[in-house]
């Protein structure tokens, strides 16, 4: 079974397996796209909610990656839901390959290439330069915005 993001309504992705996917995605869609997710949710496509307990799994996880920040809520359901359907995720999105690493969850990438490695993400403060691991609004010493960075 495959989970579908939202890239795989845009670039027509095309699977005769099973398909599921969360509500949603249908309202990251527009035209032609929206159309698909239309046409494959009346050929039987599974509409999915995941579990609370999984939807924080998933948090945690990305917390931890430091990708938590990136992920919309419409990701880290999907996330959950191939968690849960012990299903393949078909995405291009970076954090999420990233965060679906983590978890198990197997992906297959339509029109990007996949990631290579895990990642853990850092904070630095675009002013004074300080590094922190956990995400903030500001820097705490001196205020300025914070971006993230890769470590390596």
């Known amino acids: 079974m495959y989970i579908l993001d939202a890239s ?3 670039n027509e992705f095309h699977t005769t397996d099973r398909v599921a996917t969360v509500p949603l995605v249908r309202e990251e869609l527009e035209g032609e796209a929206a159309y698909r997710y239309d046409a ?14 999984t ?10 990656s430091g ?16 968690f849960e359907l012990d299903a393949t995720l078909v995405t291009d ?11 198990e969850v197997p992906v297959q990438v339509i029109d990007q290439e996949g990631i290579e490695e895990q990642r853990s993400w850092i904070f630095q ?10 995400e903030h609004d500001r820097c705490p ?10 470590p390596s």
Not at 141 to 150: D, E
């Open 93 to 103: 999105d970076y954090a999420m390959q990233n965060v679906a690493d983590r978890i």
């Open 67 to 82: 990708d938590d920040s990136v992920l919309s809520e419409t990701d880290v359901r999907l996330l959950a839901t191939a």
């Open 8 to 10: 795989a309504f845009i």
């Open 125 to 134: 403060c675009q002013g004074c330069g300080r590094e922190f691991e956990e």
């Open 55 to 64: 939807i924080d799994t998933v948090r945690r996880v990305a917390r931890d």
């Open 141 to 150: 010493i001196c205020g300025t915005g914070l971006a993230r960075k890769n």
């Open 40 to 53: 494959r949710e009346g050929a039987g496509m599974h509409i999915h909610i995941p579990n609370e307990e």
